[in-house]
Structure formats: structure tokens, C-alpha cells
């Protein structure tokens, strides 16, 4: 049997009239009468008693119609949820991020804004290494992942900026640097720098100051960063957001003389994406004005 059997059933059994029934459905009830017998036939069972003043349902019919309730309220329900999928209303994300990205806000602004407007749809959240984050975007285990160029991403993944921002220096607070109200880039000549995961600033540190940054190890998120530099093992050049959100003793924060190191924080997603949810998401995010 398929749904318009049961259907058919339906429209009989709550008008418990044929020809209105059919004018219900907009069939005849010649076409009506046919599928309900289609239906006796297959289940070897009467389920209407019809005389030419009434119709009632038999004792397997009353059983029979509040099967087909249940049913069709299913396939209704189904229908609707295949529709809101389709529109992205409901859905499932994945999304990566690099710890820096979340100091500035940006991301939990951006799955609050989305969680308001979709509530229906699940989002999971997961901190990862930066250098692995488009490659789990392209091979699936990610739809999107929040990073910060310069980073390489696949051929199959596309990469946007959502935030402008600039690097600062952090110092030890007895260092001799953390005198002086702002650096310039030939200050730190000389200097053991930590590196964060996106050492961009770091490189371009160097370039205008003229030198080649020795570095430290790659102490990987900003946290464990800025601890490096508390515990006076170098300074560091970081993102300006993470002045206000991470405060540690013995380090101090100094802007970088002369034109702003710009920071970026950026989403990737797949070039080709066929998930609507996901597309949905994207749509949201807006370029930061420059």
C-alpha cells in the first residue's frame, strides 16, 4: 500500500461519507470506492459496513484508522522535517577552531547569532591545531573551521576573512622594553621571541626591524604563550584581542610603532558545499569592514 491509500482510508473514515470523501480529496467516488477496495483486498479484511443511508467502520477498520492517524501524522512530520533541512532550518554542524580565534569574540558571537536565528540546529564545537584545521574541513571531519591567516588550505576549500585586527608585543614586566610606552620592530633586535601557532607577526617583525627573530619554541596556543613570556622566556607578538582576555602577572602588553601588523581571523569552508545548514552559516558570517 502507499500513502495515498491511506489517505483515501482517512478522508472516508472521518467523513464516514464517500462523496464527500472524494470531493475532499478531488477524486471521484467512483476512483474513491475503487481504492478502498484495493485496501480490503490487500489486507483480507473489511473495514467499512456501508449501506445506502450510512457508513461506519468495522471493528478492524477502528483498529485500522488509528494505525493510519499515527502514520500519516509521520509522514506528515517527515515531509516537514525533509523541507526545514532543506532550507537549513535544521541540521547538524561541525566546526573547528584555533584558540585565538574565540579571544576576540568573533566566534561566539557568530554560532550565538546562528543558534538564535536556527535553534533546531546542532553545533558542535572543537579546538584543534591551526595547520590541521583546513584539512579537516576538506575531508569532512569539519564543515568549517575558524583560523587565522596566512595558512595554506586545500584546492577544494575556500578561505574568508571576517575580522581585522592587528598584532601587539607582549613582555616580561622587568624586561628593560617594557619601559618604553610602544616598540618599534628594530627594538626587539636581540630578542628571544615565542612563537604563537600563526607567527606571521613575528616574521614581520623582523622584516621591518631588519633582523631575524631567534625564536623560542612554538609554545602553540596563547595561553601557553603569554606563560612563556610571564615566566620571562621571550616576548611574543600576538593578537591585539588577547590584551583584554588573557591577564596574567609579569607581563605587559606594548603597541608595535609605525603602520599596524594587520591579524586576521577567517572561516574556511568547502568550495562546493551541499549541506543547506552549512551554506545557511556561511551566508551569515559578514567580511569585517575595513
Known amino acids: 500500500m502507499e ?3 491511506f489517505r483515501c482510508f482517512a478522508a472516508v473514515a472521518e467523513n464516514l461519507h464517500f462523496s ?5 480529496l478531488g477524486i471521484s467516488p467512483p476512483a474513491l470506492t475503487k481504492q478502498i477496495q484495493e485496501i480490503e483486498r490487500v489486507l483480507e479484511v473489511r473495514l467499512f459496513l456501508r449501506t445506502k443511508r450510512s457508513v461506519s467502520l468495522t471493528s478492524a477498520g477502528e483498529v485500522f484508522w488509528e494505525e493510519v492517524r499515527r502514520t500519516l501524522e509521520q509522514a506528515a512530520h517527515a515531509e516537514d522535517v525533509a523541507r526545514r533541512a532543506g532550507r537549513g532550518e535544521i541540521g547538524r554542524i ?14 561566539q558571537a557568530e554560532v550565538a547569532r546562528f543558534r538564535k536565528a536556527y535553534p533546531q540546529v546542532s553545533i558542535n564545537l572543537a579546538e584543534a591545531a591551526m595547520d590541521t584545521l583546513p584539512l579537516m574541513v576538506s575531508n569532512g571531519n569539519l564543515d568549517l573551521a575558524f583560523v587565522r591567516p596566512p595558512i595554506a588550505i586545500p584546492a577544494d576549500a575556500v578561505m574568508s ?4 585586527e592587528k598584532f601587539v608585543a607582549a613582555l616580561p614586566e622587568l624586561s628593560p622594553l617594557a619601559r618604553l610606552p610602544s616598540l618599534r620592530p628594530a627594538d ?7 612563537l604563537p601557532e600563526q607567527a606571521s607577526g613575528t616574521i ?9 627573530p631567534r625564536t623560542h619554541q612554538n609554545a602553540g596556543g596563547l595561553v601557553a604563550v603569554i606563560t612563556l613570556v610571564s615566566l620571562g622566556q621571550g616576548v611574543a607578538i600576538v593578537p591585539a584581542s588577547v590584551v583584554d582576555r588573557i591577564r596574567m602577572p609579569g607581563v605587559v602588553f606594548r603597541e ?10 577567517a572561516i574556511v569552508s568547502r568550495r ?7 551554506r545557511a552559516f556561511i551566508r551569515q558570517t559578514k567580511p569585517a569592514k575595513q
Open 188 to 194: 626587539m633586535a636581540g630578542q628571544l621571541f615565542v
Open 256 to 265: 608595535i610603532a609605525g603602520k599596524e601588523i594587520p591579524s586576521e581571523i
Open 3 to 5: 500513502l495515498r491509500h
Open 161 to 164: 576573512t571576517l575580522l581585522h
Open 94 to 107: 561541525e566546526i573547528g577552531y584555533v584558540a585565538s580565534a574565540s579571544y576576540s569574540g568573533l566566534l
Open 204 to 212: 614581520e617583525v623582523g622584516r621591518r626591524g631588519r633582523f631575524s
Open 272 to 278: 562546493h558545499e551541499k549541506s543547506p545548514v552549512v
Open 20 to 24: 464527500r470523501a472524494a470531493e475532499q
